[in-house]
């Protein structure tokens, strides 16, 4: 019988800051900030065991058992600032991007051989395979306005989106009445 062991596992952190010295002009994509500054983190751990067990039911006969469970976790974070010209300290746009995958998994398999006269083998068996991810991602942003939006990308159906968007905006007195004019 063989038991096999593995771990992994690294972090760290990084800090950035950019700027813009020359632009480059683009009516359609125009960039409305001079500098960033970035703070990202991120982890990764890998546990798995796997074991082997062979076992004689004859002389010419034996079984082989062999299975592995693993489970492997990465964790990222990003927080990226954007600020205007000027000098300004105030950022107009922050970017929250987090990430947290977890794939766990679990594998069995069971082989018969038997030997035949003459050398050859007679091989049966079953192998079976399990497997589960699970993914989050969310990106948060903070417009200038103070307006927070949060991202999170999910495969559709037909690479469609429906969305229906309720904005209030003013005091609870003067939205009084006017929901009937927002639908």
Do not use: C
């Not at 079984?63 to 990226?80: P, T």
Request: glycine share 10%; aromatic share 4%.
């Amino acid at each position: 019988a063989v038991l096999q062991p593995l771990v992994i596992h690294n972090e760290g952190d990084t800090a950035s800051r950019g700027r813009i010295d020359e632009r480059i002009a683009d009516p359609t994509n125009p960039l409305d900030f001079e500098r960033t500054q970035t703070q990202s983190s991120g982890r990764f751990t890998l546990l798995r065991l796997n074991g082997q067990f062979n076992h004689r039911l004859g002389s010419n006969t034996r079984l082989e058992w062999r299975f592995g469970v693993g489970d492997g976790h990465w964790r990222s974070a990003s927080l990226r600032e954007e600020f205007p010209p000027a000098g300004s300290t105030a950022a107009i746009r922050t970017v929250d991007d987090r990430t947290d995958n977890r794939d766990r998994n679990a594998t069995l398999s069971v082989k018969a051989l038997h030997t035949l006269e003459g050398g050859h083998n007679l091989i049966g068996g079953v192998e079976l395979a399990l497997n589960r991810r699970i993914e989050s991602r969310t990106t948060r942003l903070t417009l200038a306005e103070g307006l927070q939006v949060a991202l999170l990308p999910k495969k559709t159906r037909g690479e469609t989106v429906n969305m229906r968007v309720v904005l209030r905006y003013g005091t609870p007195e003067s939205l009084r009445g006017d929901q009937a004019a927002a639908e």
